[in-house]
């Protein structure tokens, strides 16, 4: 059974960059088969999908973001990161680090969420 | 895609039937997924392509629909039941939720 176990800080101040990592365990992160993902959730917004990365390095960002986010792969760890640079209040949220089926049409695993506010 | 979803709170007595709706902006097919989340916890899938339960889902819950008006039953509502529920399509990107109903007891 794929878990996701989250870490990262829980306050960052604004124009900072946000940093998330996800470790994985009961799959390679290497090997097809899966998404790798993000997906955060605030008051405001709701719940959003910010991006994947797949096994091969290609990733798909959300244009809200834009183009303050990247994704990336730690294969030595097994471990997956979100990067979010020059952050404002409005990315105030949980970040969920996600997985599934390769298509990517649904969130089948959820990591624990990490609370992530801005501030100074 | 916007996923609008009704009603925003649905109040219902434990052993009664829940039903809760999603409609896209435009078509989604049947590329529609539903998801429950109670308070603290992340969102749990448990519908996919619009109609199939995810592994381990009771079968008190069922989806329905196509194009752009899906809706999830809940049969008899269990106390476990009462949590806010999400709808996503992933027919086009982003992947967009919508804003969430939340099953409350009566």
């Known amino acids: 059974q794929l878990q996701l176990q989250q870490s990262g800080p829980g306050l960052v101040k604004p124009s900072e960059t946000l940093s998330v990592t996800c470790s994985v365990s009961g799959a390679s992160i290497i090997v097809p088969g899966y998404y790798w993902g993000w997906i955060r959730q605030s008051p405001g917004k709701g719940l959003e999908w910010i991006g994947n990365i797949y096994h091969t390095g290609s990733t798909y960002y959300n244009p809200s973001l834009k183009g303050r986010g990247t994704l990336s792969l730690d294969t030595s760890k097994n471990q997956f990161s979100l990067k979010v640079k020059s952050v404002t209040a409005a990315d105030t949220a949980v970040y969920y680090c996600?997985?599934?089926?390769?298509?990517?049409?649904?969130?089948?695993?959820w990591g624990q969420g990490t609370p992530v506010t801005v501030s100074s | 895609i916007v996923m609008t979803q009704s009603p925003a709170t649905l109040s219902v007595s434990p052993g009664e039937r829940a039903t809760l709706s999603c409609r896209a902006s435009?078509?989604?097919?049947?590329?529609l997924a539903w998801y429950q989340q109670s308070p603290g916890q992340p969102p749990r899938l448990l519908i996919y392509d619009a109609s199939t339960r995810a592994t381990g889902v009771p079968a008190r819950f069922s989806g329905s629909g196509s194009g752009t008006d899906f809706t999830l039953t809940i049969s008899s509502l269990q106390s476990e039941d009462f949590a806010v529920y999400y709808c996503?399509?992933?027919?086009?990107?982003?992947?967009?939720f919508g804003q969430g109903t939340k099953v409350e007891i009566k």
């Open positions: 435009q078509s989604v097919d049947g590329n």
């Open positions: 996503q399509q992933s027919n086009n990107w982003p992947r967009t």
């Open positions: 996600a997985s599934g089926p390769t298509v990517a049409r649904i969130v089948e695993f």
